[in-house]
């Protein structure tokens, strides 16, 4: 029973490393004021985009560079539609989403000829700890979310971005530049919703599968919620929230009826959905969050 | 013998502004300020006291004229060279983030000029103590009441180092106690060399508090005095004198029942401070009463608590006889009244067509039972164009593309089409050319001649005097005045408007 319980908790470690990579990423562009629900597209794209170079070139590091150049590319695109050009940043998401999931499955047809998955892809070497493979990716991971909490709350940088999240117009007249700031904001936040796809096929998964994401962008924002914006939250949130990822994975392996398994799969879901239920009302977002600043 | 010039803060000299749309915003003006005054600029709505500022401030640019700022000439590409320059501006809306505290906004707000955080912080103790002013470093904006932001805007500029600091109608937002501790603070920054502008239309705080003022009308200098040595009446005078433009045929009035009546009519304003205080009116059918009042003394509020639209505090409302004060506006229209807002974009949507926008405030007519009969709307909304003049390619045509005039002649038609018995008319010429303007006046007194109330709300004055039956002053929330036009004149009007209570 005892090890059942640690096998549950270190397999909550590798689900939450996109949760709070992606969810960080999210906190710092969305205290800007932007909302990129986006990063589920982003996640899938940087996922292929890694999984194709490392699988070409042999090289992890290099896959997961891409893997993060990539989300760093989308977030041009989204910063440049939705801070610059005023579009509505929810559709240019959901665009970002559905273009994502095209181009994965037309590459996968392309490149390896199936519908589904990529072959095997090499892998980050993990490190043992308690018997536990741990993925270097979890401390990195973890030293991003000190290092943007303390960005946000402690450096005048930090301070001028959270100021475009909350009144863009005061902001200007204090001397922010809040499409620079928001642009920069959504970079950085995509940019770790690249390096999070990166890690789901070459640290956990190590194949490329059209579903690989599955749903965990949006997991991310759930999370971006259950944080209070606070990279540090973030966390916490990561580990439940990947908690739940564990458990299902344990229950559709250790169910006897295989029907079950399914619905199992569905544990981390509905469980989001509890959490964001029980935390929304209570958290204070940004006030200008999504609202795209128009000078008079 | 040498006579010593005072040091000049400011010069103004021959400052235009013209809009890009053809306003006219300034004609030429030109003044000086002294180091170390507190310099009053009066003028109505419109005068060109805010542009003027904006110019100084580096927001705007003029269209010609040169400005010098301590004895050097001004170049300013936006309001960063002002505030290096040592230019502050504290405008009636604060520029603060709500949701940080104030040492967070302090500190952001001193980032572009290098001053370091705790470098702010030592310097925003340091001028409190100077000069009495008191913030709390560490409270959220958000949880403080206006005074306080005010005050808070003010250590902002000092942090900064401002040498001029600009207050733009800087008593609008606040209770009469936490305008005295404004004036005490203002008179202690000016023992410490500070030199203040302070922009209003408030007559009585020009002479409570500014050294020197200059009157602005119409985008021109009407003068400049020594505070002590002009009275209110003069400074009424320069304010609003003026020709009129043309003048209406009205016949004598014979006044019928009373259709509308407030009593002891108490409203707050969005921020929750009390707007309207205590007003009494009666309207007889028959009737135009005008409220002249300058902008944000509560007409806006009075009018929206008598149309339903904002739940009064205290008092009643009576709509021909009947008690409406807590009805909510769909039902107060239906009880014959008809409110005719300021804005055309509050009163109309501007991105359907005129018919939809016919339908909205007459649904009942047109779908007593939820099917809309269009072609009926139709005939109603060709004939409301037809009746008032209002020029457009078709009924589908988009409302945004009608000229304002016609905006608001259809809006006016489409409500005066309903039939009501008491009609609220806020602003109904702003912005209109001078034909539109006489028709809608003429309509106006139509109404009145047919047996309708009218209540005119209008800052101005040429329009309240020409048209109106009664008149009634509206001043911080009270009506301080209220009688027949011919015990009123424009002088007397200007002195109401401007908070200064003149016996008949």
């Known amino acids: 029973m005892l090890g059942e319980v640690a096998d549950l908790l270190f397999g909550a470690l590798s689900p939450m490393i996109p949760l709070v990579l992606a969810g960080v990423g999210e906190i710092i562009t969305e205290q800007s004021g932007v909302v990129n629900i ?56 959901v665009g970002v989403n559905l273009f994502a999931y095209g181009i994965a499955v037309v590459t996968l047809v392309t490149l390896w000829g199936t519908y589904g998955s990529s072959p095997q892809l090499p892998t980050v070497p993990k490190v043992e700890i308690a018997g536990y493979p741990v993925s270097p990716l979890l401390p990195v991971s973890i030293v991003i979310s000190i290092a943007a909490w303390y960005f946000l709350f402690y450096t005048n940088y930090g301070l001028k971005l959270r100021a475009c999240g909350e009144d863009p117009r005061s902001a200007e007249a204090m001397g922010v530049n809040v499409n620079r700031t928001r642009l920069i904001a959504t970079l950085i936040g995509a940019s770790l919703a690249g390096l999070a796809g990166g890690h789901l096929s070459l640290d956990w998964v190590g194949q490329f599968t059209k579903e690989i994401t599955a749903g965990r962008g949006f997991i991310a924002l759930a999370n971006v919620v259950f944080s209070k914006w606070n990279p540090l939250y973030a966390l916490v949130g990561g580990f439940i929230f990947g908690f739940f990822d564990s458990l299902a994975i344990y229950l559709s392996i250790t169910s006897m009826n295989p029907s079950m398994a399914y619905l199992f799969k569905t544990v981390p879901y509905v469980a989001t959905l509890l959490v964001v239920a029980a935390f929304m009302r209570k958290a204070r977002m940004p006030p200008s969050l999504g609202k795209p600043y128009i000078k008079e | 013998m040498v006579i010593s010039m005072p040091p000049m803060a400011v010069e103004f000299e021959g400052i235009h502004k013209i809009y890009p749309d053809g306003n006219i915003a300034l004609r030429g003006a030109s003044f000086s300020i002294e180091v170390g005054e507190i310099y009053g600029i009066l003028g109505e709505n419109g005068a060109g006291k805010t542009t003027l500022m904006r110019i100084l401030y580096g927001e705007i640019k003029p269209t010609s004229g040169t400005i010098k700022i301590f004895d050097h000439v001004a170049k300013f590409s936006g309001p960063w060279d002002a505030i290096k320059t040592g230019i502050g501006m504290v405008y009636q809306h604060f520029s603060l983030i709500g949701g940080f505290t104030v040492a967070e906004n302090l500190i952001l707000s001193a980032l572009p000029l290098g001053i370091s955080a705790q470098n702010v912080l030592e310097r925003a103790k340091e001028s409190m103590e100077e000069t009495g002013l008191k913030v709390p470093l560490e409270e959220r904006i958000n949880s403080l009441p206006v005074g306080v932001r005010q005050r808070v805007e003010i250590v902002k500029a000092l942090v900064r180092n401002a040498k001029i600091l600009i207050l733009d109608e800087p008593t609008s937002v606040l209770t009469p106690i936490e305008v005295e ?34 009157v602005l009308r119409k985008g021109q200098v009407m003068g400049t005095r020594r505070t002590k040595e002009v009275s209110e009446l003069e400074l009424a005078r320069m304010m609003v004198e003026r020709e009129v433009l043309f003048s209406l045929e009205r016949s004598p009035t014979r006044p019928g029942n009373p259709l509308l009546e407030v009593k002891d009519l108490w409203v707050r304003s969005d921020s929750g401070l009390p707007a309207v205080k205590g007003v009494n009116l009666s309207i007889r059918a028959g009737e135009i009463l005008g409220i002249a009042g300058v902008q944000g003394n509560g007409q806006k509020e009075f009018v929206e608590a008598i149309s339903g639209i904002r739940k009064p505090e205290k008092g009643t409302i009576k709509l021909k006889g009947e008690d409406i004060t807590d009805l909510d506006n769909s039902k107060v229209y239906r009880r014959g009244l008809a409110y005719i807002p300021d804005m055309r974009s509050m009163g109309l949507v501007m991105d359907i067509d005129l018919v939809s926008n016919l339908l909205l405030t007459r649904l009942e007519e047109f779908s007593p039972d939820g099917v809309i009969r269009w072609r009926k709307a139709v005939e109603e909304t060709k004939s409301v164009m037809k009746l008032f003049n209002v020029v457009a390619e078709s009924v589908r045509t988009q409302v945004r593309r009608l000229s304002g005039g016609n905006q608001q002649k259809f809006m006016l038609g489409r409500e005066i089409a309903r039939k009501p018995d008491v009609i609220i008319a806020s602003e109904p010429t702003h912005g209109l050319d001078v034909g539109a303007t006489e028709y809608v006046r003429n309509k106006l007194v139509e109404l009145r001649d047919s047996g309708k109330a009218v ?33 009123f004149n424009l002088e007397k009007i200007g002195l109401l408007m401007g908070g200064v209570k003149v016996e008949p």
């Open chain 1, 38 to 93: 986006g990063i589920e597209g982003v996640m899938l794209l940087s996922a292929l985009t890694s999984g194709v170079v490392a699988y070409f070139t042999g090289s992890v590091f290099l896959g997961l560079l891409i893997g993060t150049a990539t989300g760093l590319a989308l977030g041009l695109l989204h910063g440049v539609l939705g801070v610059y050009l005023k579009g509505d940043q929810i559709v240019v998401g």
């Open chain 2, 181 to 214: 501790d404004l004036f005490e603070v203002l008179k202690k920054l000016r023992e410490s060399g500070l030199t203040i502008l302070f922009i209003t239309h408030k007559l009585k705080e020009v002479k409570a508090i500014t050294d020197k003022v200059t």
């Open chain 2, 455 to 487: 209540l005119l709300i209008s800052t101005d004055l040429d329009e309240i005097m020409q048209l109106s039956d009664r008149i009634a002053v509206m001043y911080e929330g009270e009506l301080i005045a209220q009688g027949p036009t011919r015990e």
